[in-house]
C-alpha cells in the first residue's frame, strides 16, 4: 500500500495558477498509472489528467491547453500545474496511483482549489 499526500490547493483569482503536488510513500517509477480526478459540490469524482503507461499522458477536454501533469520519480512525486484557472476548476482534487491495471487505485486525501474573485 502507498500513501499520497497532496499539497498546493488554496484560493486563487480566474486566470490564476497554482501547482499541486502529491508525494507517495514508495517509488511510482514503474505504476502503470498515475494522475488526478476532481470533485466539485454535488458532483461525481471525475478525470482531470493522467500518465499512463510511463509516458502516455490523457487530458479532460476541459483542462487541455491549461493543466500540465508531471512527475518526479526521485522525489516519488507528481505534479499538476494549472493555468488560466476559471471558477468551474473549483473542486477537491485528488491524485492517484495504479500499480497494476489489474489492481484499484488508490487516493490521496484531496486538497481543495477555489477559483474566485
Known amino acids: 500500500q502507498v500513501q499520497l499526500v497532496e499539497s498546493g490547493g488554496g484560493l486563487v483569482q480566474p486566470g490564476g495558477s497554482l501547482r499541486l503536488s502529491c508525494a507517495a510513500s514508495r517509488s511510482i517509477f514503474s505504476a502503470f498509472a498515475m494522475g488526478w480526478y476532481r470533485q466539485a459540490p454535488g458532483k461525481e469524482r471525475e478525470p482531470v489528467v493522467s500518465i499512463v503507461r510511463g509516458d502516455s499522458t490523457v487530458h479532460a477536454d476541459s483542462v487541455k491547453g491549461r493543466f500540465t501533469i508531471s512527475r518526479d520519480n526521485a522525489k516519488n512525486t507528481v505534479y499538476l500545474q494549472m493555468n488560466g484557472l476559471k471558477p468551474e476548476d473549483t473542486a477537491v482534487y485528488y491524485c492517484?496511483?495504479?500499480?497494476?491495471?489489474?489492481?484499484?487505485?488508490?487516493w490521496g486525501q484531496g486538497t481543495q482549489v477555489t477559483v474566485s474573485s
Open positions: 492517484y496511483v495504479r500499480y497494476f491495471p489489474s489492481r484499484a487505485p488508490e
